[in-house]
Each structure stands twice: as structure tokens, then as C-alpha cells.
């Protein structure tokens, strides 16, 4: 007997349990397949729907626009009206320019008085006691230069204004004009209250208080 037939005649036989677990899985697939090709009923996808509900979007309205405030008017407030200042006639007065001398001394010079306005005024009446304008006559005028002026050059013009009593002596000094250093003004105000002394205003035969104007000069070429 050949190798041949004996293979033939030794051939095994499948199994009835595998034959009948490969139908069952064709079977099943067969199935599957089945179900899954039908169309999906109204009912079946409502059933869907309420599993997996759909994400509804809401549109926001923007918001309204404001109408524009209305504009702001600025209304100038009313300013009183300003009285205009009386203007007083002017007095002219001149007076000579005082110049220090070596030793601090000044020879008084000779200075003609304005005439005084004496107008409505009768014998024996009382002279008023408000200080009046005029050029007065210097007694005494030392001026010293400021050994600190001296050593920076300083120069220039003090043009003052002195209030003198009856009696000659300088009440109050005021700087109506510098000479552009602070030093020469305070030290020409300062010398003049101190130790100038002047001839007072007369008014009808009686000294009064006046306002004169009194230049001091510190010029360096005198030096």
C-alpha cells in the first residue's frame, strides 16, 4: 500500500462543535447587518434626539444705543462794574541827585519849594494834617558807599520816596525805583532813615509833613 492512500484513508472529520460555532457567528453577523441596513423610524430618532439633545444657540440682542447728552453752555457770570480810580493832578518835583563825597558829607543845595495850594483857606484856620507834596531841602545827607558794593562794581540810581515830619526827620522811606541791586537799595533807604535830616514843608508860615522825592546816586567814578 502506498504513503498516498495511507494519507487518504487517515484523514480526520471537523468537528461538530466548531461546525455549529462557525455557523452561529455568521449568523449573528448576518443579523447585524440586517438591523443596521433599515431605515430609522420617527420614533426610533426621537429616541435619539431626547438621549443626545441638541445645543440650542440664543442670539444676544446688542444693546441700545443712548441718545447723546445734550451740550453744556457756559454762561459768563455778570462782573460789577469797576469805578475808575480818581486821578489826582500831579505834582512835578525835582530834586538834586545826591552823590557821596569822600568824607560821607554833602553840602545842602539850594532847592526852590513848589508853591502850596492854600485855596479856600482863611487866616487862623487849621492847617490839614494830611502829608502833602514837595521838593524839600537837605540839612544833612551822609552817604556811605557799601564796601561790598565797592568790591563787585556795583553802580546805579535810587530813586526814594520820604515821608518827612515838621521837624525835618524822615518818617518812612519807600524805593520807588532801584538801581537794580538789592544792596544799593537797602543801604540808600537805610542811611536815609537813619541820618539825613531835610527842611521842612511850609504851609502859611507853619512846618507840615510832605512827601518828597529824593534820588541817591552811587556812582563808582566818585570814588
Same mark, same amino acid.
Given at each position: 500500500m502506498s504513503s498516498a492512500s495511507l494519507a487518504i484513508a487517515h484523514r480526520t472529520h471537523p468537528e461538530p462543535a466548531r461546525i455549529a460555532a462557525l455557523s452561529a457567528a455568521i449568523a449573528l453577523n448576518l443579523a447585524v447587518i440586517v438591523i443596521a441596513s433599515r431605515p430609522i423610524t420617527p420614533a426610533q430618532l426621537s429616541i435619539a *434626539?431626547? /438621549?443626545a439633545p441638541v445645543q440650542r444657540i440664543? @442670539?444676544?440682542? =446688542? =444693546? %441700545?444705543? /443712548?441718545p447723546a447728552p445734550p451740550p453744556i453752555v457756559l454762561t459768563p457770570l455778570p462782573h460789577p462794574a469797576t +469805578?475808575?480810580?480818581? *486821578?489826582? +493832578?500831579a505834582t512835578p518835583t525835582v530834586a538834586p541827585v545826591v552823590v557821596p563825597s569822600s568824607d560821607g558829607q554833602i553840602a545842602m543845595p539850594t532847592v526852590t519849594l513848589p508853591a502850596l495850594t492854600t485855596a479856600g483857606l482863611t487866616h487862623g484856620d487849621p492847617v490839614t494834617a494830611a502829608p502833602v507834596e514837595a521838593s524839600l531841602a537837605y540839612r544833612l545827607a551822609p552817604l556811605q @558807599? =557799601?564796601?561790598?558794593?565797592? $568790591?563787585?562794581r556795583m553802580h546805579g540810581i535810587v530813586l526814594l520816596r520820604v515821608l518827612v515830619d515838621e521837624t525835618g526827620k524822615p518818617l518812612d522811606v519807600v524805593v520807588e525805583h532801584g538801581s537794580g541791586y538789592g544792596l544799593l537799595d537797602r543801604s540808600a533807604r537805610e542811611q536815609v532813615l537813619a541820618s539825613? $535830616? @531835610?527842611? +521842612? %514843608?511850609?504851609?502859611?508860615?507853619? =512846618? &507840615? *509833613?510832605?512827601?518828597? $522825592? &529824593? +534820588?541817591?546816586?552811587f556812582d563808582l567814578r566818585e570814588q
Open positions: *434626539r431626547q /438621549l440664543h @442670539f444676544i440682542d =446688542p =444693546p %441700545a444705543v /443712548l +469805578p475808575a480810580p480818581a *486821578r489826582l +493832578p @558807599f =557799601p564796601v561790598q558794593a565797592l $568790591r563787585e539825613w $535830616r @531835610f527842611q +521842612p %514843608a511850609m504851609v502859611q508860615g507853619k =512846618p &507840615v *509833613r510832605a512827601w518828597a $522825592r &529824593v +534820588p541817591v546816586s
